[in-house]
Nanobody, 116 residues
Framework: QVQLVESGGGLVQPGGSLRLSCAASGSIFRVVSMGWYRQAPGKERELVAAITSGGRPNYADSVKGRFTISRDKAKNTMYLQMDSLKPEDTAVYYC??????????WGQGTQVTVSS
C-alpha cells in the first residue's frame, strides 16, 4: 500500500492561487491513473481532476479552466495548480489513485479555504 502526503493548502482570498503537492511512496505514478479529490463540509468526496498513466488530464466542470493537474513520475509527486479560486472551492483536498473508494486508504489531505 502506498503512502500519500498532501501539502500546499491554506487560506486564500477569492481570485487567488494555490499549488498543492502530493508525495506518494513507491512507484504508483508510473502504474496507475491518479486524481485530486476534495470534500467540502457536509458533502461527499468528489473527483475534481485526474491524470491518466499516459499523462492525459481530465477535470470536473466546476474547475475546468482554473485548475491544472500535473505529475512528475520520477519524483512520485503530483501537483494541482489552482487559479481563480472561488469560495466554493473550499474543501479538504486529497490525492489518490483513480478510481479510489471511501473504504480504501486515504491520506490526511490538505485544507483549502477561500474566503474574503
Amino acid at each position: 500500500q502506498v503512502q500519500l502526503v498532501e501539502s500546499g493548502g491554506g487560506l486564500v482570498q477569492p481570485g487567488g492561487s494555490l499549488r498543492l503537492s502530493c508525495a506518494a511512496s513507491g512507484s504508483i505514478f508510473r502504474v496507475v491513473s491518479m486524481g485530486w479529490y476534495r470534500q467540502a463540509p457536509g458533502k461527499e468526496r468528489e473527483l475534481v481532476a485526474a491524470i491518466t498513466s499516459g499523462g492525459r488530464p481530465n477535470y470536473a466542470d466546476s474547475v475546468k479552466g482554473r485548475f491544472t493537474i500535473s505529475r512528475d513520475k520520477a519524483k512520485n509527486t503530483m501537483y494541482l495548480q489552482m487559479d481563480s479560486l472561488k469560495p466554493e472551492d473550499t474543501a479538504v483536498y486529497y490525492c489518490n489513485k483513480n478510481p479510489a473508494y471511501e473504504s480504501e486508504y486515504w491520506g490526511q489531505g490538505t485544507q483549502v479555504t477561500v474566503s474574503s
